[in-house]
């Protein structure tokens, strides 16, 4: 039997292979290998800290220390058959959640200007910034579980299993969570033109 290494599925056992040794490098005290770890997952991590802050420097701050606890943590880390970033994302959750937590007790969240670097015609940037900034402004009437999924799926791109591990609930339920997020959304965004 010939094996195609360039199959789909044969480059996603590789790719999965190959962040387990990272993750058992990293284990041992490599901090090469936590190195080449937090540079191929800090993106992932920002994207969704970012879609549930709506501020930049916030997103930026949670994201290191998202970094930092996975660090701290790395020897507790155990592969049950979710990907390396599902751990990090569940960090990220409860992270987010502490802060807003925090925030709660102390002060107001304000919505931060979303600021995007892009070689865009200007008018399309400033149209795409509005757009931004109207679903921003509507993710807060979603029910927690909602803002989770949208940030989960579409903030850090993850698919639905993976998603549904970091939030410890079913595919199906994950599935409920977006349509029932994405149809409100979408009358939010109808009603406010």
């Known amino acids: 039997m010939i094996l195609n290494i360039e199959s789909p599925v044969n480059k996603e056992k590789l790719e999965a292979l190959r962040i387990a040794r990272l993750v058992s490098r990293a284990q041992d005290g490599e901090t090469e290998a936590f190195g080449v770890?937090?540079?191929e997952h800090e993106g992932r991590v920002f994207r969704y800290v970012?879609?549930?802050t709506g501020q930049v420097e916030q997103a930026e701050d949670l994201t290191q220390e998202v970094f930092v606890r996975a660090?701290?943590?790395i020897r507790s880390y155990r592969d049950r058959g979710m990907p390396f970033s599902s751990w990090l994302l569940r960090i990220a959750?409860?992270?987010v959640i502490d802060h807003y937590r925090w925030v709660t007790k102390h002060r107001s969240v304000e919505l931060a200007d979303v600021?995007?670097?892009s070689d865009e015609d200007p008018v399309a940037e400033v149209e795409k910034k509005a757009e931004i900034r109207r679903i921003l402004e509507a993710v807060p009437n979603l029910t927690p579980g909602q803002r989770e999924v949208i940030s989960l799926r579409f903030g850090a791109g993850l698919h639905l299993a993976e998603a549904a591990a970091?939030?410890?609930?079913?595919?199906?339920?994950?599935k409920m969570l977006q349509h029932q997020a994405v149809?409100?959304?979408k009358r939010i965004l109808e009603t406010s033109l």
């Open 183 to 185: 149809t409100r959304l």
């Open 93 to 95: 959750h409860n992270l």
């Open 71 to 73: 660090f701290h943590g």
């Open 50 to 52: 970012f879609a549930r």
């Open 115 to 117: 600021q995007l670097a």
């Open 37 to 39: 770890l937090y540079e």
């Open 166 to 174: 970091v939030m410890g609930k079913s595919i199906g339920a994950v």
